[in-house]
């Protein structure tokens, strides 16, 4: 059995390699009568389009989307939605060492002993080019919760985090790296030109905030919201761990310290902290949503690694190509579209059980 769909209601299916001629995803769910176009879709893959800057893969795509199905004079029909998005600068040449040798940390030997087979260019399906298509799929969710506000960012890059008291918003798109704090941001320009240049790669961590989920969206025990953030996040390349608000922190507080205290308010409970990251028992509280994913660094290095051929003999490999220093940077507009994908399935999910309850979603 193949698994390439996410989503209950609102469900995409990404297909595509990465040096193949094109990949893309097909949205099924998708209520009609929603404003769609090709621009709209688009400035989210620029987000995240490789060769924006020298701390990202030089390779050079366009990412273009076209639409081919599911949309009329600019609304969507309710039928599948196809996007597609052509490859245009693949130099699968670069690969030939692959072909007879496993990457350590890429999925090479795991997708041969899985299939027995395996698309070396690029690393084929496991590729991080996949995510263009998840993008693309995001953009579209986002027109089911226009009353949500998105925000993604790294906060940590090689080991260093930023400054929580130095955050800034409006500096997000001011830097390459995505980064709240001007002052990290800077500092990560030495950290990811000293690992480009020595063969390697590091790490990184994403956080993202969604403002305007009303309180109700998520299901319990089987479809919690958390844990389809986590199932969405977790599915994303290089991602090794996902916290829902204060996450693994929350195992070093106690009970009182971990509460979240309410007050009565005019429009419901007004809420003196958020260590749950805006989800109780599965369900959001009506608070920012708050999830950060761990993000290992790149395994396509030109370090020399030991490793083993499909024979099974010993040997050295160095992957040659293009590749991101820091995965993590082109990481952050992913985020932001599994998270759409995930919300916009709950809203949805939410409207079906409960109709009455519309006001609040």
Known sequence: M??????????????GESHGPALGAVVDGCPPGLALSEAMIQPWLD???????????????????????????????????????????QRSKDYSEVATAYRPGHADYAYDAKYGFRDYRGGGRSSARETAARVAAGAVARAVIPEVRLSAYLVELGGDPIDRAAFDAAAI????????DPAAAARWEAIVDGARKAGSSVGAIVECVAEGVPAGWGAPLYA?????????????NAVKGVEIGDGFAAARLTGETNADPMRPGADGP???ANHAGGIAGGIATGQPVVVRCALKPTSSILTPVPTITRAGEASEIRTKGRHDPCVGIRAVPVVEAMVALVLADAKLLHRAQCPDRRAEG
């Open 2 to 15: 193949s698994y390439n769909s996410f989503g209950r209601v609102f469900r995409f299916t990404s297909w």
């Open 270 to 272: 007004v809420f003196l």
């Open 47 to 89: 987000k995240r389009r490789p060769g924006t800057s020298r701390f990202t893969t030089q390779r050079q795509e366009p990412d273009q989307v076209r639409i081919l199905s599911g949309v009329f004079e600019g609304r969507t029909t309710g039928t599948p939605i196809s996007l597609m998005i052509e490859n245009v600068d």
């Open 173 to 180: 798109a001011a830097n390459p790296f995505f980064c709240p």
């Open 224 to 236: 919690k919201l958390d844990s389809e953030l986590a199932a969405g996040l977790m599915s994303i």
